[in-house]
């Protein structure tokens, strides 16, 4: 698996698309997940260098997920990107987050984090 692996958690498909298409212009390999709990149990067999995690999703919420990940020992460098058209929430859980996307999200603002997301990550 290509070390720049990016899970899409997004219920919507036509938004787990483009953020798709946004982390593969910026070099990722992706996987989407339209669904919580079939999230979780992605998680536990793979280890992403990112997450894009929408917090509104069935079966099981985004911040239980993203609760799920902090707790993970072996997911302690996953970058989590939440995206959300919740401002209040998007502030309460911008500490918890490594960067939180306000919806709408453009193709150019998701190409742009990828890269950013990527060369931390890797600068380190």
């Known amino acids: 698996m290509n070390p720049r692996f990016a899970l899409i958690v997004e219920d919507e498909p036509d938004l787990a ?6 982390l593969k212009a910026g070099g990722f390999e ?8 079939v999230a979780l149990q992605r998680l536990k067999e793979v ?3 990112v997450v894009v995690l929408d917090l509104n999703l069935p079966h099981i919420a985004g911040t239980d997920i993203l609760a799920q990940i902090r707790a993970d020992e072996r997911l302690a460098k996953t970058q989590v990107v939440i995206a959300t058209a919740d401002a209040a929430m998007a502030e309460m859980l911008g500490e918890s987050a490594d960067l939180v996307l306000l919806k709408p999200v453009s193709f150019m603002q998701l190409r742009m984090m990828a890269e950013r997301l990527a060369f931390s990550v890797e600068g380190n």
């Open 17 to 22: 698309t483009i953020y798709s298409e946004a």
């Open 30 to 37: 992706t996987e989407i997940v339209y669904d919580g709990a």
């Open 47 to 49: 280890n992403p260098m």
